[in-house]
């Protein structure tokens, strides 16, 4: 069961909360959370065909640009969340996706 504080909702330091968009949030780290559970086995399986090592990294990239957009709407003010909602609801969608295939 989800706590009353959204920063450790959402595996942020305490000091950082989740202030705009905040189901998102928690959906996209939700993603990237199970998916850095598999990583290292994926990794450690070290796929020898050309698609495989590309898709491991793209899946390396993704995770850490899903980390860097739940990192910056925890950092960033309300109004500035607010004023950018648009490109951010797109990013958090754009990479929630991208993540849903290998989960």
Not at 32 to 56: F, H, K, M, W
Not at 68 to 80: F, R, V
């Amino acid at each position: 069961m989800m706590g009353k504080d959204p920063a450790k909702d959402v595996g942020l330091r305490s000091n950082f909360s989740v202030k705009v968009h905040r189901s998102m949030c928690l959906e996209l780290k939700s993603f990237v959370d199970r998916i850095s559970q598999i990583y290292p086995a994926i990794e450690s399986a070290r796929p020898r065909c050309t698609s495989g090592v590309l898709n491991l990294c793209s899946l390396g990239f993704n995770m850490d640009k899903s980390e860097l957009i739940i990192q910056h709407c925890a950092t960033s003010s309300k109004l500035y969340l607010a004023i950018t909602a648009k490109k951010i609801l797109f990013a958090m969608r754009k990479n929630t996706k991208r993540l849903w295939i290998y989960v």
